[in-house]
């Protein structure tokens, strides 16, 4: 037992120092450090144990962590996940977008216009296009009628030398074979019926104005009629602007760029508005491909070509009703712009071809007011004129209806229906739908 006061070495159970007398306390202990110290370095322990545990254990869990994520690192990428409704969202709305603006219209009317050329002859010009690799290039007869040698010119305005392989006895066609452009990429074609409503771009040379392009719409189906030996059956009418020298051109779909049809003839009429005709492509294919293959020999050419007699296509009158044409052209453009009324739910698209005042023009105001802003959406599919008679100063127009509906809630419900149009005269001479009778 040591003293606390000399620091003398006492015997065990000791009571007094040996040394100095002094007594000895009971705070006092064998290892000589007191109670006092001894709690506090119990709990000192537990302190620094507790805290190092505790350190270790975060430490080792950031390890296994770390750990972990370098492993899973080394064998993909980690990207965040997206809700698959939302990705769906998203995927839709990118189809949607690309559906809506299809190719971009300066880029297709650049390229287009790279394989449209202007068709020189010794007696006039016309227009034509680049069809199939090997240079050939399509264009109307009776722009090449009575020749065999021809000249086509570029957008840049180069010519080049082109002879005539095949040439119709019934139909307005012809092919073209240009040696210069036999390694060129012809442009896409359809090879299937194209919808009346479907937005169309006319290439070609009008009235000398090179390599010309103008927007319309196809505004009618199966119009069949001969001009002198020439049979045109089921050919597009379109309004989009054409003229003499756009005789052969192209007719594009504004959406995919494929040529859907050749721009041939010309309704003109100082009373009423021009609209063109269009031999539709697919019906041609075969006999293109067969003077590809087999070409006329210049005898040939020549022999049919001497069959036809130099007439003006387009200052001749169609031998058909125009009248009637025209009121059947009138109501397939309402159907057009009334797809646009009800899905933008604007009344404004339609409302200048109605006869304010009449059942038409108050029905339809209000069922453009009453599916406004719903979420409905409406896609025509056919409208197609059936007959068209005139009565009593009235147009009577009967069409064969066909559209798919889809409402805000997302239900679908295809609708098909037959309904006569009444379509009249107004003061200033415009067409004007009074009445639309649903069979």
Not at 46 to 56: D, L, P, R
Not at 195 to 204: H, K, R, S
Not at 211 to 228: C, F, K, L
Request: hydrophobic letters at 35%; charged letters at 20%.
């Amino acid at each position: 037992m040591v003293c606390q006061k000399c620091r003398h070495e006492n015997e065990a159970g000791a009571k007094f120092c040996s040394s100095c007398g002094e007594k000895f306390s009971k705070q006092v202990v064998q290892a000589g450090i007191p109670i006092w110290m001894w709690i506090v370095l119990v709990i000192s322990c537990i302190t620094i144990g507790g805290a190092g545990y505790g350190f270790w254990d975060y430490y080792t869990d950031e390890k296994s962590k770390q750990d972990y994520k370098e492993e899973s690192t080394d064998s993909q990428p980690i990207e965040p996940i997206e809700p698959i409704e939302q990705v769906a969202v998203v995927e839709k709305e990118e189809r949607q977008e690309q559906y809506t603006q299809g190719i971009d219209r300066v880029t297709l009317i650049k390229e287009v216009q790279q394989k449209v050329f202007t068709v020189l002859t010794s007696y006039g010009q016309g227009s034509g296009f680049l069809y199939k690799k090997g240079g050939y290039v399509i264009t109307n007869a009776h722009v090449v009628d009575g020749e065999v040698d021809v000249v086509v010119r570029n957008t840049q305005g180069q010519e080049f030398a082109a002879t005539v392989i095949g040439i119709s006895e019934q139909y307005d066609i012809a092919l073209l074979q240009v040696p210069d452009y036999q390694n060129e990429e012809p442009l896409p074609v359809e090879t299937e019926v194209s919808p009346v409503g479907l937005e169309v771009i006319a290439f070609g040379s009008p009235q000398g104005f090179e390599n010309s392009a103008s927007i319309g719409y196809i505004t009618g189906h199966n119009r069949d009629m001969e001009v002198d030996r020439f049979i045109y059956n089921q050919i597009y009418q379109i309004d989009a602007q054409i003229d003499k020298g756009s005789s052969g051109g192209a007719l594009v779909d504004a959406k995919t760029g494929k040529v859907i049809g050749i721009n041939s003839l010309l309704y003109t009429s100082e009373t009423s508005t021009n609209f063109g005709f269009s031999i539709p492509l697919y019906s041609m294919l075969e006999q293109f491909d067969t003077w590809s293959e087999q070409p006329m020999s210049r005898e040939e050419v020549i022999a049919v070509s001497g069959m036809y007699e130099q007439y003006n296509y387009y200052e001749e009158p169609v031998d058909v009703d125009i009248d009637l044409v025209l009121a059947g052209q009138f109501v397939q453009s309402f159907r057009i712009y009334y797809e646009l009324a009800l899905n933008e739910s604007n009344f404004y698209w339609v409302e200048d071809m109605l006869a304010v005042g009449s059942s038409a023009y108050e029905e339809l105001e209000d069922y453009v007011a009453d599916v406004a802003y719903e979420g409905h959406e409406f896609y025509f599919i056919t409208n197609d004129v059936v007959d068209v008679a005139y009565e009593d100063g009235n147009y009577y127009v009967d069409m064969n209806e066909t559209f798919d509906f889809y409402s805000g809630t997302g239900d679908y419900q295809y609708y098909e229906h037959y309904a006569t149009y009444t379509v009249i005269i107004d003061e200033y001479g415009a067409f004007k739908i009074a009445n639309i009778y649903i069979h």
